[in-house]
């Protein structure tokens, strides 16, 4: 693929400038003549973890930061209210470089960078590859900031210069570990530094885009803030009171609250990009458009107040975020057509002049442009979103989940002494970003009984003590439970950070052993893949966690889906909704 790429632009360059400029001014894209073609420029900004709830131009949130720059950014452009991305930040950077979803790409959850797995494979085409193509190689362009597509598998160092940036400067990871105290890689060479992330990503875009007056030019701005760790900002970027403790570096932190933290990372990331936008050199600002977007929702502990239906899930606070458009060629006003972050894509595609169809044959796409908003907020574009999350990323994935057949967890023996038995009936085991809720039961123990429920791989050893074999001779987790008075136990236990490979298995005291101790059966944990849905129309939203279970939200009257239509029997609209984005479920993928 890079090789037939690299033959294709060739031959673009090669046509006469004529032809060049005759060809672009003729695609469908093209919104004016040959001057605004080579003129345009593009720079597309995001945010990482900004939901919809944390800035005032939406009027969702509470408590919010002063966001002056975006606030106005919104009042001169346009505001989208219906954009959705995907739940986590590699699968929708993934969508905006390539305008395919997470199924296509094979990128649905989170990439770990310096691992050997799979990142976004480099045969797929990407934004500056795009504009390679379609425009003879016209366009200058740059990745500055977060990349988070790449593995060693995948570019290593150079993953952004292989996938067609001409030019980045940034990070290759999912998170800081200090925002003032980083690795900033330039094309494949490292350089540590302890200036501020993110007037380092407007210090980096100014300086490349002043060395850019008289081409065109895309400049990719992903910023690392407002992501975790939560730290206070250089004091010049913001006005918030920040409390004396140390900030948490994540929700699970050291439970010093993050909100203050949050809001002063929030509003340093609108000064800089005020920053930014007013840097732009003199006439430049006029001949370019800007979008702002967030990549997921915000996390669950800097929502006011925390929801729980935040970043990661499919749930609106997890893939409802803000896109802002203004500058060259946008007009004023708000618009409610559904977008999503694969339409980055075709958007800046149509405002370069590229005829996707004829510059990307057989390739495809789910790529929509929202151009013609841009000048008419007042026009829609599709009938539905979709999102989605899987676990693995790479060939193969997302997984074909099985049928939704209630069944037992595989019993594997190592039972006695006593007559204590362990149970795990019900619903196949469907994954959570590789954990599962897993609901079990005992019967038989002594009433009242102390007792443990063992987790862990699978490897049987003697206990003396025990006077028994056991499944696992250094379970990863032990959990204490305590019997009732019939001698049983029941409940549902998440399996997070426990083991890869599960195997459960319960000791209890019992006086009536030789050992005092009854030892139940052990259970090998059948873990299936994740692979959870949703999709959307103007009105209704509907969940696929799992075939097992689904879940059904009216957006317009319940926009914080507090009551899942289907707990009750539906009305006839809500029926016709369900069986059509269903159906879009099935047919989709």
Request: proline content about 8%; aromatic content about 8%.
């Amino acid at each position: 693929m890079r090789g037939v790429i690299a033959c294709l632009v060739l031959l673009g360059t090669s046509l006469p400038v004529a032809s060049q400029r005759a060809r672009a001014a003729s695609s469908p894209g093209a919104l004016g003549g040959v001057d605004d073609l080579l003129s345009g420029n593009v720079l597309l900004l995001i945010a990482d973890d900004l939901g919809v709830d944390q800035l005032a131009a939406y009027g969702i949130g509470s408590d919010l930061p002063p966001t002056p720059n975006l606030d106005q950014m919104a009042a001169e452009g346009v505001l989208f209210r219906n954009a959705w991305s995907q739940p986590v930040c590699s699968p929708t950077r993934a969508t905006i470089q390539t305008g395919r979803y997470a199924f296509r790409t094979t990128i649905g959850g989170v990439i770990n960078t310096s691992s050997n797995e799979p990142g976004l494979s480099l045969d797929e085409v990407t934004l500056p590859e795009m504009l390679d193509l379609g425009t003879g190689a016209r366009y200058a362009h740059a990745m500055i900031g977060k990349w988070h597509l790449g593995t060693s598998q995948v570019g290593g160092a150079l993953a952004p210069d292989l996938a067609g940036y001409g030019y980045f400067a940034g990070t290759l990871g999912g998170q800081l570990g200090s925002y003032t105290n980083w690795q900033r890689w330039v094309n494949g060479v490292a350089n540590p530094t302890n200036a501020y992330a993110t007037s380092v990503c407007v210090d980096d875009a100014l300086d490349w885009i002043h060395a850019r007056q008289g081409e065109p030019w895309m400049c990719v701005v992903g910023f690392q803030a407002p992501h975790a760790p939560f730290h206070a900002p250089p004091a010049n970027l913001h006005t918030q009171s920040l409390p004396p403790v140390v900030p948490p570096t994540s929700c699970a932190g050291n439970g010093a609250d993050p909100r203050p933290f949050y809001k002063a990372m929030v509003q340093a990331l609108d000064t800089e990009i005020g920053r930014l936008l007013a840097g732009l050199p003199a006439g430049e600002r006029a001949r370019t458009t800007v979008l702002f977007l967030g990549d997921n929702g915000s996390e669950s502990c800097t929502q006011a107040p925390p929801s729980g239906r935040a970043k990661t899930t499919l749930y609106e606070g997890g893939v409802h975020v803000p896109l802002l458009a203004s500058g060259y060629r946008v007009g004023q006003g708000e618009c409610a057509a559904l977008v999503n972050t694969t339409d980055v894509f075709a958007t800046i595609a149509d405002l370069a002049g590229v005829d996707l169809s004829a510059t990307l044959p057989g390739v495809v796409l789910d790529s929509v442009s929202f151009v013609r908003c841009l000048a008419d907020p007042g026009l829609e574009l599709r009938e539905w979103l979709f999102a989605e999350t899987f676990d693995q990323n790479g060939p193969g994935e997302p997984p074909a989940l099985t049928a939704c057949v209630p069944s037992c967890q595989e019993d594997i023996g190592y039972d006695g002494p006593g007559n204590v038995v362990l149970a795990s009936c019900g619903p196949p085991l469907y994954g959570s970003f590789g954990s599962n809720n897993v609901t079990w039961q005992v019967v038989g123990g002594p009433p009242f009984a102390n007792g443990w429920l063992r987790i862990g791989a699978l490897q049987p050893i003697f206990v003396p003590t025990f006077g028994a074999w056991v499944a696992s001779s250094t379970p990863a987790s032990s959990l204490a439970i305590q019997l009732d008075a019939n001698g049983g136990y029941a409940t549902t236990t998440w399996t997070g950070n426990t083991s890869s490979e599960l195997h459960y298995q319960v000791v209890v005291q019992d006086p009536a052993q030789a050992s005092g101790y009854a030892v139940s059966n052990a259970l090998r944990m059948d873990l299936l893949g994740t692979h959870t849905r949703a999709v959307r129309n103007a009105r209704h939203k509907l969940i696929r966690q799992d075939p097992c279970t689904e879940e059904l939200y009216d957006l317009v009257a319940d926009p914080f889906e507090l009551t899942d239509l289907l707990q009750n029997p539906l009305g006839p609209e809500a029926v016709h909704a369900y069986l059509d984005l269903s159906a879009r479920l099935e047919t989709l993928h």
